[in-house]
């Protein structure tokens, strides 16, 4: 039985996957024990590891970039218009925290839906600081021109929120949207 060759590169996203998926700490590369899980299956494999959860932090990033680039590029083939639910809620630390999710039509004609952010709100929940925030994610993914219906639930700030952004987007020169 003759293994295959160890890739670097593909052993090093496998690690920020597990550390992400089961959030562990960036430092777990660190632990001799871990280190000897990998020593043991392949003795080549554990010069592949980064030694610091610094490095785990930075190829996660990473990562994060190329996964968002591919978000955006695929909601630039999308049939319909990009529709986003928003919701909000204040941390027990009282951060202001807002998800954005994006529902679409695929260019295969199926029901998409990705989470495109979770942004911590400057400010109390308003919707003047919350227009922004939509807004700077909207550009981030270069669907401004596309938004179409927001799914939010009954607060009060829900209807300011669209009328701010609808005024941002007409600011900016885009074409904007009929907010109620």
């Known amino acids: 039985f003759i293994r295959p060759a160890i890739n670097p590169k593909v052993l090093r996203q ?3 996957e597990w550390i992400v998926d089961r959030r562990h700490a960036f430092n777990e590369v660190e632990a001799e ?3 000897n899980i990998i020593r043991y299956l392949d003795k080549t494999a554990v010069n592949f590891i980064p030694k610091s959860g610094n490095t785990v932090r930075a190829d996660a990033t990473k990562l994060f970039g190329v996964a968002k680039t591919i978000i ?3 909601l630039t083939t999308a049939r319909s218009q990009i529709h986003l639910s928003l919701d909000l809620w204040t ?3 009282h951060k202001h925290m807002m998800a954005i999710t994006a529902h679409w039509t695929s260019c295969n004609y199926t029901a998409e839906s990705t989470l495109l952010a979770l942004r911590e709100i400057p400010g109390e929940h308003t919707g003047r600081n919350i227009s922004i925030t939509v ?6 993914f270069r669907i401004r021109d596309q938004l179409g219906y927001f799914m939010m639930d009954g607060a009060s700030n829900n209807d300011t929120t669209i009328e701010w952004l609808d005024k941002r987007i007409r600011e900016e020169g885009g074409v904007g949207f009929d907010p109620m």
Do not use: C
């Open 14 to 16: 496998l690690i920020v």
């Open 33 to 35: 024990s871990f280190r």
């Open 72 to 74: 955006a590029e695929t």
């Open 91 to 93: 941390t027990p630390n």
């Open 135 to 140: 807004l700077e994610v909207a550009k981030e």
